[in-house]
């Protein structure tokens, strides 16, 4: 009655909250796959998926269903994962869930490092905010991911890696461009563009405004780090980055907050998942790269 493909549609419906994403997902055609999910409810005897007029959702029975679905998909995965291991490196890859702000300033010389050493390993990259990428990493989606070693999950393994400072990034020509640090309170009075909600960037200013009963005035909300780095350049406002972002970019001033900011960044994966080889490799080699810097 079951079977994994049957599944796999059903599952991919749920998270698109459309047939005609998931069809174009899935790369199939809309008829065949709105067919194959009748005839799947037609032979379990009830309904799992209704449309609606804003797309589709999941019926009761049909959220019992996606908890199994997902830890099937995600243990299938793990076997054939498993069984390419066999043959060694020749044809892994590594997938990994990674932040904007890392994936454009961290990352980019250690994957090309790491695919000069490995040549035949494919890399799969997302950019995404920690809170999907946690999400991507406890449903199988994804087998690495980087995210802030803070109330993560139990069913996620961390190796922390990397301890960056957040900061107030301002335009050169900007009144605090030459502020040796700036409290909390003096940052808040000013206009903001800041990530949307689900980036560690966001959250870490939401908590600071709830810490200290402030309020944000966010002026600008884009999840697009060219955007951002812009705005703040010809300074229509402000943000918070992390320092190896202000770093890198001339025209935009990194001020430290005054208590300062410290993330903890983690390596994660699901600890009942099969890490496969390849992402195994990539893991010992990001420590080791950063042991070398650090060093």
Known sequence: MLNSKTLHYFATIAAQGSYTKAAEHLGIAQSALSIAMRKFELQIGMPLLIRSSKGVVV????????????????????????????????????????????????????????KFKYPNLKLSIMEGGTQTIKEKLLSGELDLGVIVDDHVPSSLQVQRFVRPQMVAAVGKNHALADAKSVTYADFFTHELVMFKAGYFHREI???????????????????????????????????????????????????????????????AWRKDGYLSLANRRFVEFTLAQVAGIDG
């Open 59 to 114: 019926t009761k029975e049909g959220e019992v269903l996606l908890v199994h679905s997902k830890d099937i998909l995600a243990r299938i995965s793990d076997a054939e994962t498993a069984l390419n291991d066999l043959r060694g490196l020749e044809q892994g890859e590594v997938s990994i869930g990674i932040p904007g702000m890392m994936g454009s300033y961290f990352f980019p010389e250690i994957l090309m490092a790491f």
């Open 205 to 267: 200013i939401d908590g600071l405004c709830e810490a200290n009963n402030m309020i944000a005035n966010y002026s600008f909300e884009t999840n697009l780090i060219t955007m951002i780095l812009n705005i703040v350049k010809n300074e229509f406002a402000i943000t918070a980055l992390l320092e190896l972002v202000t770093d890198q970019e001339a025209d935009v001033m990194g001020i430290p907050f005054d208590p300062p900011i410290y993330l903890d960044l983690a390596l």
